[in-house]
């Protein structure tokens, strides 16, 4: 069985809230809750984006890059909505704890998409030749 690349960036996004758990223990910050409904909207937003992708690259895998710039773009949004909803401004220093771990699963998303794209090029040349 040929191990594929993209589960390995799916368990490195779930590395993310284990992570920064242990920092917030360390620096006894608080805010459990919110952090806690927090990862729970970004991991529903990052499931959301790989099953679509993924959709995608079966149905129409020539414009992956597209679905994925429409779904960032909407993920964006969303985060903006969630961020008012649940009242992140009250956390000290909440840009370097909401902000930092949203680019770090998104820069995880790219590498997911870049990967998709090339399993889909891959699939693409093998029908060719």
Request: proline share 3%; charged share 20%; net charge positive.
């Amino acid at each position: 069985m040929k191990f594929d690349k993209s589960y390995l960036y799916i368990g490195l996004y779930f590395l993310i809230p284990i992570i920064h758990y242990f920092i917030l223990e360390k620096l006894n910050v608080g805010y459990e809750d919110i952090f806690t409904k927090y990862y729970m909207f970004l991991t529903l937003l990052f499931v959301m984006l790989i099953t679509v992708l993924s959709i995608v690259k079966r149905i129409y895998p020539d414009y992956i890059g597209f679905a994925f710039l429409g779904l960032i773009m909407l993920k964006l949004t969303l985060m903006f909505i969630a961020e008012s909803k649940l009242k992140v401004a009250q956390v000290p220093d909440y840009k370097f704890h909401f902000i930092i771990p949203y680019l770090i699963s998104l820069v995880v998303m790219v590498f997911y998409a870049i990967e998709l794209i090339k399993q889909s090029i891959a699939e693409k040349d093998e029908k060719n030749q």
